[in-house]
């Protein structure tokens, strides 16, 4: 400044320092003599008379550095929407309002993990931390809420071994999950062990987290514990990271220490020997697994990825397709199965689902519509019953595309309602069913066929009180009749 008078401007350089301030905040000089300033607060110019020449002073420029680093270079920090709803105890007892705070923060992870891997994995542990005490109180006996945790574990996993991090960071990620999972009460978490070799992402951080838990695995099964009545909640993460640190014959001699045949354990044995190629040994270590106390349907899932990674489909399929692939409905097994086994025909497929459930063929019903057999899907529910409402939406979707098969459906519909079978059925069951069942009738020109066999099953009515007869009474074909 001109008469050489110190002035304080904080954040503010002249233009007479306009080269040394572009070496400090990384912008092209401009020409000299301009008489605009720049704040140190953003882009914008500030018009003064006034020059701060005494920043180039050697005992203010290095404060100034200092003081522009810490402006223009500190991180912004991210504000996680979801941390403020998992609070110790947020939710009570009910389950439906955690199931949907957990949904919506594991996308809100995923979202913000597409844009910054660093900062989703951080977001994951940050959740992974908060479930258990968050949701301690909720009501879990309908498996609901434990259903919703699995699978956010399953999307977290991917998100924190996937991110960019060193073996330093990764280390502090892993001791704030573990000391998670010794918090974890109820447990909510206790799927996470599963996944610690995914985790620690390397195979020398996993041999550390073996070393570190190998010990407290051979004092719970010794015999000084009483013949290994002790419980460690790390013996998967143990088991998981020797898996990933390719030690596979430490697994093998620990597993020979185990005082009982849990397949929670033995798994990973199947998973080492099939690692050192013996996939023959590896089946067969699966197969001494069952017990009363293992899961069949997770043992028969094991050997038939055995045998299908050995290129064995054939086996796979006619040794273990069928127990491997249970799932909740019959529709979703049968395609579960089918997608699994492409070089199979859907006929071959449902003749083999059909003959593994005597009694309940009728079943099967649904799989063998989706895939257009309806003259078995027919003969299926002829002799064998099946849900009234599923007939009759097969009624009703195909009375135009398939009308034959749909007045069967729906004269079937109509053959197990009179029979007793389907759940809260209602007048508009048995209304719907037969509006159905005839325009399907009318359009397939077999309506006078179908009418007397209708009337005959409600002449013959076996339902509590008639209660298909009455309904149908009021009918003017059915009365004619």
């Not at 003064?48 to 402006?71: A, D, G, M, N, W």
């Not at 030690?247 to 099939?274: Q, S």
Request: charged share 25%; hydrophobic share 40%; glycine share 6%.
């Amino acid at each position: 400044m001109q008469g050489g008078n110190d002035v304080d401007y904080p954040g503010v350089i002249s233009t007479s320092c306009q080269r040394s301030r572009c070496a400090v905040i990384g912008r092209p000089a401009g020409r000299r003599g301009e008489d605009q300033q720049m704040s140190l607060f953003g882009d914008k110019a500030i018009n003064s008379t006034y020059c701060l020449e005494y920043y180039l002073k050697p005992s203010r420029i290095q404060v100034h550095i200092k003081f522009f680093h810490k402006i223009v270079t500190k991180p912004k920090k991210h504000t996680w929407l979801f941390l403020s709803k998992f609070r110790r105890h947020a939710f009570g007892w009910r389950s439906q309002r955690a199931i949907m705070r957990v949904k919506e923060a594991v996308k809100e992870i995923k979202a913000t993990a597409r844009k910054d891997p660093l900062l989703g994995a951080e977001g994951a542990i940050l959740l992974i931390e908060r479930l258990s005490p968050a949701l301690e109180q909720v009501d879990s006996s309908s498996g609901a809420i434990g259903n919703t945790v699995n699978k956010a574990i399953e999307a977290l996993v991917p998100i924190i071994a996937n991110a960019p991090a060193d073996d330093q960071l990764r280390g502090k990620w892993l001791d704030r999950l573990w000391k998670a999972i010794e918090e974890d009460d109820i447990p909510y978490i206790e799927l996470l062990p599963e996944h610690w070799g995914t985790l620690c992402h390397s195979p020398q951080l996993a041999s550390h987290w073996a070393d570190t838990l190998m010990a407290p695995i051979r004092i719970s099964w010794s015999h000084e514990r009483n013949a290994g009545s002790g419980y460690f909640e790390g013996t998967s993460a143990c088991l998981s990271a020797l898996l990933k640190a390719g030690r596979f014959k430490e697994i093998m001699e620990l597993l020979d220490l185990a005082p009982y045949m849990f397949w929670n354990e033995r798994k990973w044995g199947v998973k080492a020997l099939a690692a050192m190629g013996k996939k023959a040994e590896a089946l067969r270590y699966a197969e001494d697994s069952r017990d009363n106390y293992s899961s069949p349907i997770a043992i028969a899932q094991a050997c038939e990825e055995l045998l299908l990674a050995s290129g064995m489909a054939e086996e796979a399929y006619s040794r273990y397709a069928i127990e491997a692939n249970q799932k909740n409905t019959y529709l979703a097994t049968f395609r579960a199965i089918a997608k699994k086994y492409p070089n199979k025909t859907g006929k071959e497929i449902l003749f083999d689902l059909v003959a593994s459930t005597p009694g309940d063929e009728g079943k099967w019903f649904a799989a063998a519509k989706s895939v257009q057999l309806y003259q078995e899907a027919i003969e299926l529910v002829r002799n064998s019953p099946c849900d009234p409402k599923t007939l009759t939406m097969a009624a009703r979707d195909l009375k135009d595309k398939e009308p034959l098969f749909a007045a069967e459906a729906g004269r079937a519909a109509l053959q197990w309602i009179i029979a007793g079978y389907g759940y809260e059925i209602g007048v508009s069951d048995v209304l719907n069913a037969y509006s159905f069942t005839m325009e399907a009738a009318e359009n397939a020109a077999c309506r006078e066929e179908v009418m007397h066999r209708i009337r005959s099953m409600v002449s013959n009515d076996l339902s509590r009180g008639g209660f298909v007869g009455k309904i149908l009474g009021s009918e003017p074909d059915i009365a004619q009749g």
